[in-house]
């Protein structure tokens, strides 16, 4: 009893700062904040709201860019798993070879892969640059790419960034199914390999990713800094527009920029809801697809499978340049239009900002291990805890761990913002830790739930068996053995916090720089170099993570489970 | 020595029922003045951290900023750190928001770099500590006659409330492969633009050089330049009118036709560095030298002024009322005007921003420091500058502002 309170407990930490956020955003909303001046209830912040230029603009970007990139980048997924790894282990050779270009992608944080995309597709970007080689170009095309009107730019970007997420996440769930009999069973009836996998475990596959994907999709609605650097201008995306209004220094404002930020929940309801009636819709249109009896792959789906490949491979040679992009500028001396390579190499970008690199790398740091440190803690207590309820409650306490992912972090953390304001407290180091951890926790449970389910229950037993205390067993028997796990969780947690820019520039209240807000803040022009420096540094400390990571596990691996 | 005045303060820290409990504090005067000699602010000064905030988007300046920083905790033991900031207006934000929340000391903001509507802002609302600038022992080489712009903010007094740092006068730069004679007027930047379509564009206001630039483009186009010393008032929408009419058929010629603009000065400098226009402009006579100096601009790139004059102000820095280290922040305020730190910040290769002192009033070998300091390629001299027009009144910027985000933002 007393165990499932304090798991009730830990389940509501994460639903009642969402609640608090919500119900600050909703009251203000409404015209009602009297630390604001507003003491009652009005439509007026609509009002100002829909009076606001560009308004349908700036909701139809946003709209348009997830719900083009999110088929996309899940299809795209699908795809590559059939071909990577479609029995749940990635095979060898090529397969295995693209597996660790998309661990790459996935690591790499937002920020600094919009900067990366953003100069590779500028008509004097790379592409050009490159193309320029071979044909007349001495003037850049005059195209609106990126920040053109629909938001197709910033489409692009996040399909790049979702679909390693969404790779990982259905690589992980398909081991849950038998992939390897449900395809023998496929292979036994006369079903040709990649078709069995498309009919026989796509499907199920679907329905185990669906919170990956219903997170994907919202935070392609709210990413503000991919946002910044790829998507339209004037007017930005609603989430953009919700946090230029909230830097309005007319005070005012606030109330508009909180019903913006309610309509961007609204949004965000929608699109999931769009999301969900295209899931029914496309499950119908498929059943009759997946039950007529053919085997081997008709004209139809050879050509799909071709045109993704293609789009595929497009996405690889894009994002690999993406990633290259920063580094490189980081060390040019310059790189003038047309040149398709700068005059390498020169150490003085790094040399001239390294002293101002310190701080930010400092706040980046100590927020990502405090808050992965927090987050570890929190994910092992929730799991000890969790034997202690029923399944059913098991699966609505993980739905809630993960709603800051789902719910519109824009207007959650406006909410929280208003209530600090309202509180005399402005933001700073621990406001924007503590926010964070909203974040990295969903993702350091969902890291460790399967390996802590999927160990040998023997182990404990015999430990229990000899009379060590349930403390002692956990510490002593589990965690050691978990370690390859624990690391890889937090090597997630640490990339995930690292990465953050809404949370940080909401709560920071200014004062808390860190190596995503620099490098987006430097963007806005000045030096592509300076900017390299700082892109280059946050991707290098997030690798580091994971290859510490990968380094301790393997090391791990070996006395413990042979 | 300085003494803090006490406000009553009222204290809702309890989270439960906060919402019903926060009151509107009484209006008042928050305001706090320096009491005392420079040697105990000086003195006081020692082991603060002055969180400077600072429009961030320039690694120049940020990297002169960084070299003041160490300066000051060298000399004078205060620590500096920059809050780059994207737009000044968040920082202002920040003080109105501690303001309306009762957070009278302690404040997030030390010292701010400011001009223009966030100055005018602030100072209406009493939110600016000071006056504090006659303290300052290095403001005696200021000469309000010679520049008066020093202690006038785009026609707002500024009494004290802030201390010059830089001068600007808008000035327009050109890739001198590429344009042979640069449009030295509004009427003669459309034809150039017609016949050079997508060549030319201005940062998207509300970033202040795009407001200039309606500012300049309304100067000379409005019927009577001397209406916009004057607030707004009535009939605004007369003066502004041909301004209107003219970007309506200059758009259609701009960078992207018109359907998007750079987001800030330095994004639109960038694009003449792709190639992708070839004509910008900045606030700083010295932006394209210092440019060419770091490897930012091709070494063609050269500068050209309005016949009709350019307008000219002067940037400042400012204390809010609730600065956790006014006595720092004066410190520093004081060092960025000595001839040391102004010599070195209108070096070409630095950052190239000219100085707000007179050089009447400093002694031989401080003038030498500026005398021997040499003009970058792509610098106007003196006489090419002209004398500056003066901003209009700052009530101009949110009309200007308004009506482009209503005409051109949708």
Known sequence: MRARIAWLALVAVPGVAILAGLVFVLLPAFGYFPALGGTSLSLQPWRDLLAYPGLGSAARATLISALVAMPIALGLALLALAWIAPLGRARTGLPLLAAKFLSWLLATPHAAFALGLAFLIAPSGWLVRIAARVLPIETPPDLLVPHDPYGLSLAAGLVLKEMPFLFFAALTALNQLDAPRMMAIGASLGYQPGLAWFKLIAPRLYALIRLPVYAALAYSLSAVDMALVLGPAAPPTLALLAVDLTHDPDLARRFPAAALALAHLALTLMALGIWRACELFVARALRTLLADGVRSPTLIWRWSAQAGRALAGLGIVFGALAILALPLWSLAATWRFPKALPDCCALAAWQRALPDLWLPFRHSLSIALFVTLLALIGAIAWLQLERFVTHRTRLKGRTIAALPLIVSDVAFLMGVQILLLGLGLVGGWLPTALSHTLFVFPYVLLALADPWARLDPRYERSALCLGASPLRVLVSVRLPLLLPALVFAAALGCAVSLSLYLPTILMGGGRITTLATEAIALSSGGDRRIVGVYGTTLALVIWAGFFAAYWIARRAARPALT | ?410
């Open chain 2, 1 to 410: 020595m300085m003494r803090r005045t006490c406000w009553p303060r009222r204290r809702f820290l309890t989270a439960a029922g906060a919402l019903a409990a926060l009151p509107v504090l009484a209006r008042g005067s928050w305001a706090r003045t320096p009491k005392g000699d420079w040697r105990g602010i000086r003195a006081m000064a020692r082991g603060q951290v002055v969180h400077f905030n600072g429009w961030g988007g320039d690694q120049r300046i940020n990297d002169y900023i960084a070299w003041a920083a160490a300066e000051i905790k060298a000399g004078a033991e205060v620590e500096v750190r920059h809050v780059k900031l994207a737009d000044t207006a968040e920082a202002v934000s920040r003080i109105i928001a501690e303001k309306a929340a009762g957070r009278v000391t302690g404040g997030s903001v030390d010292l701010i770099w400011i001009n223009g509507e966030n100055f005018a802002a602030l100072k209406s609302k009493d939110l600016l500590f000071g006056p504090f600038v006659e303290l300052l022992p290095n403001f005696r080489k200021v000469d309000p006659e010679e520049k008066p712009t020093t202690v006038l903010d785009f026609t707002v007094p500024t009494e004290g409330y802030e201390s010059p740092w830089g001068m600007a006068q808008l000035v327009f730069f050109y890739d001198s492969a590429r344009v042979k004679e640069p449009p030295r007027s509004m009427a003669a930047l459309k034809s150039w633009a017609e016949a050079n379509p997508g060549r030319f564009t201005y940062p998207a206001p509300p970033d202040f050089l795009g407001t200039t630039f309606l500012k300049q483009a309304l100067y000379e186009t409005t019927a009577d330049p001397t209406r916009l010393l004057h607030p707004t008032g009535q009939n605004a929408a007369m003066a502004t009118a041909p301004l209107w009419t003219y970007l309506d058929s200059l758009h259609p010629h701009l960078w992207r036709k018109g359907a998007a603009f750079p987001r800030s000065s330095s994004e639109m400098r960038q694009l003449v560095a792709d190639g992708e226009t070839d004509i910008y402009f900045a606030f700083n006579p010295g932006d394209a030298s210092s440019a060419i100096a770091q490897d930012l601009l091709p070494d063609t790139v050269r500068a050209f002024v309005p016949s009709a004059g350019s307008i000219g102000n002067t940037h400042f820095l400012a204390i809010p009322f609730n600065s956790s280290a006014p006595e720092g922040a004066m410190v520093f305020a004081d060092f960025l005007l000595s001839p040391e730190a102004q010599a070195r910040k209108e070096h070409a290769d630095v950052w190239g921003d000219p100085t707000v002192l007179s050089m009447a009033r400093l002694e031989p070998e401080e003038r030498k420091l500026f005398e021997d300091l040499p003009r970058g390629i792509a610098t106007p001299t003196p006489e090419e500058l002209g004398k500056p027009l003066p901003e209009p009144h700052s009530s101009w910027v949110p009309t200007l502002e308004q009506e482009w985000l209503n005409r051109y933002s949708a």
